[in-house]
C-alpha cells in the first residue's frame, strides 16, 4: 500500500524559515519523480518544486531562490527546505509521486500519489 506523509508545518514568522518532509512507503522511491505543491483556501493547487530521479529540480516562479526540494533515497523521503518565508507562502503542502514521463511536472493532474498535506501558516 501506498503512503505519502507530510510533516513540519507550522506557524513562523515572516522572514523564517521551515523544512518540511514526506515519508514515503510502498513505492520503488528512487525510480519515481517526487514533487511538492501549495493551495491556499479559494485557490487552485499550485505547483511549488519537483526532483527527477537525476536530481534535477524544478521551482514555480514564487519560490524560486528561496525553497530547495531535495530528496534521500535511502530514508524514502523528500524535504522541502523554505526560506525567507512570506505571509503568501500560507497554504497545505503536499507531496506527490509520478512514475515515468507523463507530463510535464508542473501539471497536478500528472501525478499518481498523493499525501494528506501539512499546513504552513506565516503570520506575524
Known amino acids: 500500500q501506498v503512503h505519502l506523509s507530510e510533516s513540519g508545518g507550522g506557524l513562523v514568522q515572516p522572514g523564517g524559515s521551515l523544512r518540511l518532509s514526506c515519508a514515503t512507503s510502498g513505492l520503488p522511491f528512487s525510480t519515481y519523480v517526487w514533487g511538492w505543491f501549495r493551495q491556499a483556501p479559494g485557490k487552485r493547487r499550485e505547483f511549488v518544486a519537483a526532483i527527477r530521479r537525476t536530481d534535477g529540480t524544478y521551482y514555480g516562479g514564487a519560490v524560486k531562490g528561496r525553497f530547495t526540494i531535495s530528496r534521500d533515497n535511502a530514508k524514502s523521503t523528500v524535504y522541502l527546505q523554505m526560506n525567507n518565508l512570506k505571509v503568501e507562502d500560507t497554504a497545505g503542502y503536499y507531496c506527490?509521486?509520478?512514475?515515468?514521463?507523463?507530463?510535464?511536472?508542473?501539471?497536478?493532474?500528472?501525478?499518481?500519489?498523493w499525501g494528506q498535506g501539512t499546513q504552513v501558516t506565516v503570520s506575524s
Open positions: 506527490a509521486a509520478v512514475g515515468g514521463q507523463k507530463g510535464p511536472l508542473t501539471d497536478a493532474l500528472v501525478y499518481d500519489f
